[in-house]
Protein backbone atom coordinates (compact mmCIF):
# COMPACT_ATOMS: atom_id res chain seq x y z
CA UNK A 1 0.00 0.00 0.00
CA UNK A 2 1.26 3.21 -0.46
CA UNK A 3 2.36 5.62 2.00
CA UNK A 4 -0.20 8.33 2.60
CA UNK A 5 0.63 11.95 2.36
CA UNK A 6 -0.56 14.44 5.87
CA UNK A 7 -3.63 15.64 3.81
CA UNK A 8 -5.06 11.88 3.73
CA UNK A 9 -4.26 10.93 7.06
CA UNK A 10 -7.31 12.52 8.82
CA UNK A 11 -8.63 12.23 12.12
CA UNK A 12 -12.20 12.31 12.72
CA UNK A 13 -14.39 12.68 15.35
CA UNK A 14 -17.89 11.15 15.16
CA UNK A 15 -21.07 10.88 17.24
CA UNK A 16 -24.79 12.02 16.97
CA UNK A 17 -26.98 13.89 19.59
CA UNK A 18 -28.52 10.14 20.92
CA UNK A 19 -25.27 8.64 20.82
CA UNK A 20 -23.15 7.87 24.73
CA UNK A 21 -19.72 7.34 22.76
CA UNK A 22 -17.57 9.70 20.48
CA UNK A 23 -15.53 7.43 17.80
CA UNK A 24 -12.21 9.27 17.44
CA UNK A 25 -10.58 7.41 13.60
CA UNK A 26 -7.01 8.80 13.55
CA UNK A 27 -3.48 8.45 11.77
CA UNK A 28 -1.97 10.81 14.68
CA UNK A 29 0.78 9.02 16.44
CA UNK A 30 0.44 11.49 19.49
CA UNK A 31 -3.46 11.06 19.52
CA UNK A 32 -3.02 7.27 19.24
CA UNK A 33 -0.74 7.00 22.11
CA UNK A 34 -2.72 9.13 24.73
CA UNK A 35 -5.65 7.28 23.93
CA UNK A 36 -4.24 3.76 24.23
CA UNK A 37 -2.47 4.72 27.53
CA UNK A 38 -6.21 5.86 28.47
CA UNK A 39 -7.64 2.87 26.90
CA UNK A 40 -5.44 1.28 29.03
CA UNK A 41 -5.68 3.03 32.11
CA UNK A 42 -9.82 3.50 31.86
CA UNK A 43 -11.19 0.53 29.79
CA UNK A 44 -14.71 1.25 30.72
CA UNK A 45 -14.32 4.86 29.76
CA UNK A 46 -12.31 4.70 26.54
CA UNK A 47 -11.87 1.23 24.37
CA UNK A 48 -10.17 0.90 21.36
CA UNK A 49 -12.18 -0.57 18.22
CA UNK A 50 -10.72 -3.65 16.81
CA UNK A 51 -11.41 -4.17 13.12
CA UNK A 52 -9.72 -5.37 10.78
CA UNK A 53 -10.38 -3.32 7.74
CA UNK A 54 -8.84 -0.14 8.26
CA UNK A 55 -6.09 2.01 6.23
CA UNK A 56 -2.87 1.10 7.05
CA UNK A 57 -1.70 2.77 10.71
CA UNK A 58 -5.22 4.25 11.37
CA UNK A 59 -6.85 3.40 15.03
CA UNK A 60 -10.73 3.77 16.32
CA UNK A 61 -11.35 4.57 19.92
CA UNK A 62 -14.49 4.64 21.22
CA UNK A 63 -14.80 7.51 24.12
CA UNK A 64 -17.32 7.74 26.65
CA UNK A 65 -18.94 11.50 25.44
CA UNK A 66 -19.03 12.80 29.24
CA UNK A 67 -15.32 13.02 29.20
CA UNK A 68 -15.09 14.55 25.38
CA UNK A 69 -15.12 18.00 24.99
CA UNK A 70 -14.94 20.70 21.98
CA UNK A 71 -14.06 23.88 22.33
CA UNK A 72 -14.48 27.34 19.69
CA UNK A 73 -12.42 30.10 20.32
CA UNK A 74 -12.77 33.52 19.49
CA UNK A 75 -9.61 34.57 17.40
CA UNK A 76 -7.14 37.25 19.81
CA UNK A 77 -6.72 40.73 19.00
CA UNK A 78 -3.36 41.81 18.05
CA UNK A 79 -3.39 44.04 21.45
CA UNK A 80 -3.93 40.69 23.64
CA UNK A 81 -0.88 38.60 21.34
CA UNK A 82 1.31 42.01 22.32
CA UNK A 83 0.68 41.68 26.37
CA UNK A 84 1.03 38.17 26.16
CA UNK A 85 4.37 38.84 24.53
CA UNK A 86 5.56 41.16 26.71
CA UNK A 87 4.42 38.85 29.46
CA UNK A 88 6.41 35.95 28.97
CA UNK A 89 10.00 38.10 27.69
CA UNK A 90 9.43 39.52 31.28
CA UNK A 91 9.28 36.16 32.48
CA UNK A 92 12.32 35.10 30.48
CA UNK A 93 9.97 33.03 27.62
CA UNK A 94 11.73 33.51 24.34
CA UNK A 95 15.16 34.72 24.93
CA UNK A 96 17.20 32.83 22.59
Known amino acids: M ?3 NKFERETILLTSEGDKQVSVY ?4 SYK ?3 RALSEEY ?9 KNLAEGAEIYLID ?3 CTLTFRRPRSEE ?5 RQRAKKNGFGNN
Open 2 to 4: ARL
Open 65 to 67: KSL
Open 43 to 51: PDYYTRDER
Open 26 to 29: TFNH
Open 80 to 84: SRNKA
Open 33 to 35: KRL
